[in-house]
């Protein structure tokens, strides 16, 4: 069974940044896109941003976009999400996504269940 830890979440005033790290315990072919998910109380989890194995091709929401930086280092199995300019819109549990193709993460509803695997999250907090 592959264990994935996320971790860098805490407590930060707007405009703050924070450094999400995931670490997976294997790294193979079916984690070739990786990325990260959010899900605030009472909202559906919607997808933040998305990278490919090289790294080349990168997906972010419109309402992280110029403020959110995705990046991986397969050597360290390891996926980040630099957020900078953060705003208490922000707050949420970040989750990281090992399995689901950067096509998906713009329909929640649209992944298949298969491909829903996901390690604890990490909750951000933005206060105003």
């Known amino acids: 069974q592959v264990q994935v830890m996320e971790s860098g979440g805490g407590l930060v005033q707007t405009g703050d940044s924070l450094r999400l790290s995931c670490t997976v315990s294997?790294?193979?072919?079916?984690?070739?896109?990786m990325g990260w998910f959010r899900q605030a109380p009472g909202k559906e989890r919607e997808g933040v941003s998305c990278?490919?194995?090289?790294?080349?091709?990168?997906w972010y929401a419109e309402f992280v976009k110029g403020r959110f930086t995705i990046s991986r280092d397969n050597a360290k199995k390891t996926v980040y999400l630099q957020m900078d300019s953060l705003e208490p819109e922000d707050t949420a549990m970040y989750y990281c996504?090992?399995?689901?193709?950067?096509?998906?993460?713009?329909?929640?509803?649209?992944?298949?269940?298969?491909?829903?695997?996901w390690g604890q999250g990490t909750q951000v907090t933005v206060s105003s």
């Open positions: 996504a090992t399995k689901i193709p950067c096509q998906y993460y713009s329909e929640f509803a649209l992944i298949p269940e298969s491909l829903k695997f």
């Open positions: 294997e790294l193979s072919g079916d984690f070739r896109d």
């Open positions: 990278l490919n194995w090289s790294g080349d091709n990168t």
